[in-house]
């Protein structure tokens, strides 16, 4: 289970994830600004439900307990170059209500 908890800053957001799996539980700090929001989601899915699809994607290719503890979002790119347009696969069809 993945809940986020946002607070809002100048110019973006920062979020606080929580990952629970089994009896285990992972606690994350994670930055966005409005643009990467942009390029990411182009508006079509909630800044947080954006968190929550990256946190998926992670969660496929590694434990929770190896997620950065704190990071910008942007920097899932840097170690899974696919990221941006498995993201994008992903938001295909979802709209904001």
Known sequence: ??????????GGWIFIVQVKEGSGVTEHRVRMSEDDY????????????CVRKSFEFLLERESKESILREFDIMKIAYYFPEYPKELERRIKGFSIN
């Open 38 to 49: 942009k390029k990411l989601s182009r508006g079509v899915i909630t800044p947080e439900e």
């Open 1 to 10: 289970m993945i809940s986020v908890k946002t607070i809002a800053e100048k």
